[in-house]
């Protein structure tokens, strides 16, 4: 079999509901790579908030910022900043609505204001820790996403103001994440594939969310998760099971990448 490229998003679908990595998709990783092939990560996460699961699950390579920071055995081999005079622009536009908005580098994330309602149910559900606030992180450091805190109703405003400037994608009822025009995941992917030299039909991706729709269909096999979004199960290739019901070693073993003695019915 020639060498595949997997690509796996982190929550709900290496992330399991409890955000632990499930034992079974451990195990499907290390007999992935110990057959030859190359595992990845592809997120909307910045590079520091899953340092610790690249270490758990020995992969250095991996796709992060939605596209945006793209990282191979390790390296950095693309990066793609929002420009700085957008950023000035969208938060006085923001402030101007009283919507909190956090800045992300590739070392830390930082919010223009302190203690609102919505950063706390958009990040606490997902177990992600409230950053602290710096109103002009955005100043003097490449940024290279933005979470926005608005419903989808308030996003219409923002969407034509920047239509041609940033994309709006939309990861929680009260959060946007923020990235350059025509920048996400499956651009990433293009990117790191152009530097591996790997063929897009030897590419695969693992995902259930909507910022993983596009890289779903750009990849030669994309498969959704059981527990993905509808729209997502329908723009995928395969649709595998549930991530906490060994999703990621059933779908391995689905495109014959791992043993199927692997898998407990």
């Known amino acids: 079999m020639d060498k595949k490229l997997v690509f796996f998003d982190i929550d709900g679908t290496l992330l399991d509901h409890e955000k632990k990595v499930p034992l079974s998709t451990k195990e499907a990783i290390d007999e992935l790579k110990a057959g030859g092939h190359e595992a990845a990560i592809a997120t909307g996460r910045p590079p520091f908030l899953f340092k610790e699961l690249r270490e758990e699950l020995g992969i250095d390579s991996y796709v992060s910022l939605n596209g945006q920071y793209v990282v191979y055995q390790g390296k950095v081999v693309y990066s793609n900043p929002i420009p700085p005079e957008v950023l000035l622009s969208l938060k006085d536009y923001a402030q101007n609505y009283g919507q909190p908005i956090a800045f992300t580098s590739a070392d830390n994330t930082k919010l223009n204001m302190i203690h609102h309602a919505r950063v706390e149910a ?3 559900p997902h177990q992600l820790p409230i950053p602290e606030c710096d109103p002009h992180y955005n100043l003097g450091r490449d940024i290279y996403q933005a979470a926005l805190f608005c419903t989808e109703e308030e996003e219409v405003s923002y969407s034509e103001e920047y239509r041609d400037q940033l994309r709006f994608v939309r990861w ?15 651009a990433g992917i293009e990117k ?8 897009r039909e030897d590419v695969i991706a693992f995902g259930d969310n909507l910022n993983d729709l596009e890289m779903l269909q750009f990849v030669g096999h994309g498969v959704a998760m059981g527990n993905a ?15 906490d019901q060994d999703g990621i070693m059933h779908g391995l073993c689905q495109l014959g990448l791992i043993a199927s003695s692997s898998i407990v019915v």
Do not use: L, W
């Open 122 to 124: 958009s990040y606490t």
């Open 172 to 186: 929680d009822r009260v959060c946007v994440d923020v990235i350059p025009m025509g920048g996400s995941k499956a």
């Open 192 to 199: 790191f594939i152009q530097h591996t030299g790997f063929k």
């Open 229 to 243: 979004n509808p729209v997502v199960k329908e723009a995928a290739r395969y649709v595998t099971r549930d991530v």
